[in-house]
């Protein structure tokens, strides 16, 4: 309540992993309550097994040596994470000699599901073989990101159910309902998120594997690929999803089948999350979205996100560009940046220094603010941690001081621009200000200069725009008005287009 008063906050929120004291209900604030559509309910999960989230998992690429080849699904995986689904295995599985690209019938190949092995029959010696295949998330990634740096013990972990199938929808709602109507104190729902995790796994040591911001590796299961097979008409492949183990992440020039299948995401998502954010406002309660987590179907810089009618969007700030990331989302009434630090452990230690992470937070970010204003900011995770560190406390102050200042002076304006810019690349709009971002806005030794590109226009003066190759085929009259035209990224990538530049009308 001091740190409420001093910052001149004016709204509290809860934390994974926290219960909200009486004295801060009471508090003169609007209250957030975070919610997640996609766990903290074990019991349902584990009395509903088979609606247990799934994702797309491919092995590494093995080399058989003579005539037979087996391989361990789960090598390099951690255990406590992921669990193999063999169920319909010959339908939904791949397995692949990498040399030819020829998919290997499922009569060459069988499964032991004790041993967690498969084996390949009639191998070519010297020929590279994968295996693509489902796999239950039996612990939420986020909550054992959680778990794991935090080193909470002996803590249940949390399973990631499919609110997309009927059973689990219709008990999602009605969980929903319940909390709101044992809620009256909060004000706002924050929800984390609808309803597809961003592909996120962990090695056998649960160090970060493989991760994609913008993945959908993980946004699949048998009774969504079945719904898109009748959307399409066509059979789905597992392939569509692992492209060669790439996970068709944003360096990847998309397939037609990918982009379809986004296209049917994104629809099915948004037409489920206006179901809940309808009911959240019924019960009489804000609808706020965390861009981030189980994000992943929503795209904000889509038409379909405009439907779902969220009152908000709230996001990390870790940059300029991913400011703007959320400052530049249209179809809500407020926007909301949460700043670094987040008030973790791996920061708050001893011998840490917060203060120096959040200025360079602050400074950094500072400019895109000036270009295209959030509404609002904040920070999240354990105050209790950073009470520790007195300066910290004491800078934030000055923080918000100066984001007001900002904001009243930025807010409703026009910024000039000398210069109207387009970002050309495969994805257009649906990247806005995430193009070559890959773990958000961590730093990748690969694309810095790329990232840095975005990263600079995010402060500049000019009107910068997304467009695709798509965008130009469709109105070539949309580089009429277009002064500069940035295509940047390493060849043969989805950033600078590869085979798109054969095309006369490109």
């Known amino acids: 309540l001091d740190t409420l008063k001093l910052w001149g906050a004016d709204a509290i929120r809860d934390c994974d992993g926290t219960d909200f004291p009486q004295s801060l209900k009471d ?13 903290k309910d074990n019991a349902w999960a584990k009395k509903n097994p088979d609606e247990v989230q ?62 967690g092995l498969i ?12 295996v693509s295949f489902l796999a239950f998330i039996i612990w939420d990634p986020v909550h054992m990101y959680n778990a794991v740096v935090n080193e909470w013990k002996d803590v249940e972990h949390q399973i990631t159910f499919d609110c997309r199938q009927p ?19 909060v004000d706002v729902i924050r929800f984390t998120t609808f309803f597809h995790q961003f592909t996120l796994v962990f090695d056998e040591k649960a160090r970060e594997k493989f991760v994609d911001w913008y993945g959908y590796s993980a946004s699949v299961s048998p009774y969504i690929l079945d719904q898109f097979e009748k959307e399409v008409g066509y059979k789905f492949r597992a392939e569509y999803i692992i492209d060669q183990g790439y996970h068709n992440n944003q360096y990847r020039i998309p397939s037609k089948e990918f982009k ?31 861009l981030g987590d ?64 959040a200025k360079i937070n602050w400074v950094t970010a500072r400019r895109a603010i000036l ?36 904001y009243e002076n930025a807010k409703g304006t026009t910024p000039f621009c000398f210069k109207t ?36 226009l995010s402060g500049a003066p000019f009107d910068v725009k997304f467009i695709s190759f798509d965008d130009i085929k469709k109105d070539k009259s949309i580089l009429d008005n277009i002064d500069v035209l940035i295509n940047v990224g390493d060849a043969d990538t989805a950033h600078t287009g590869g085979e798109e530049w054969t095309d006369p009308v490109i």
């Open 371 to 406: 270009r295209k204003p959030i509404d609002r900011i904040g920070y999240g995770g354990y105050l209790k941690l950073a009470l520790d560190f007195p300066e910290f406390i004491d800078y934030i102050k000055s923080v918000c001081d100066e984001f007001r200042t900002l």
């Open 167 to 185: 059973k689990t929808k219709a008990h999602m709602m009605e969980r929903l309902k319940a909390f709101c109507e044992t809620h009256d104190y």
């Open 119 to 130: 084996t390949i029959d009639n191998t070519k010696a010297f020929h590279e073989y994968t």
């Open 294 to 357: 189980h994000w992943i179907g929503t795209e904000p810089y889509l038409d379909d996100f405009k439907s779902i009618g969220l009152d908000a969007v709230v996001g990390s700030v870790g940059n300029g560009s991913t400011l703007r990331l959320i400052s530049d989302i249209e179809g809500v009434k407020y926007t909301e940046g949460r700043f670094l630090p987040y008030f973790f452990p791996d920061t708050f230690h001893e011998g840490g220094d917060p203060v120096k992470e």
């Open 54 to 115: 799934q994702m797309y998992l491919m092995t590494p690429f093995y080399t058989a040596t003579e005539n037979k080849l087996e391989i361990n699904l789960m090598k390099g995986l951690y255990p406590d994470m992921l669990k193999v689904n063999p169920k319909d295995k010959e339908r939904w599985w791949e397995v692949i000699d990498r040399t030819t690209g020829e998919v290997i019938e499922p009569s060459s190949w069988t499964y032991n599901d004790e041993s």
């Open 421 to 456: 810019v387009a970002v050309l690349n495969c994805w257009g709009r649906s990247r806005s200000w995430g193009a070559h971002m890959v773990h958000h806005a961590l730093y990748q030794k690969q694309n810095y200069s790329y990232a840095g590109v975005i990263e600079a």
């Open 27 to 39: 508090a003169d604030a609007k209250i957030y309550a975070t919610y997640y559509t996609t766990r």
């Open 260 to 290: 379809d299948f986004m296209a049917f995401q994104t629809r099915e998502v948004a037409k489920l999350a206006k179901q809940v954010v309808d009911l959240t406002h019924k019960c009489g309660k804000e609808a706020m979205m965390f």
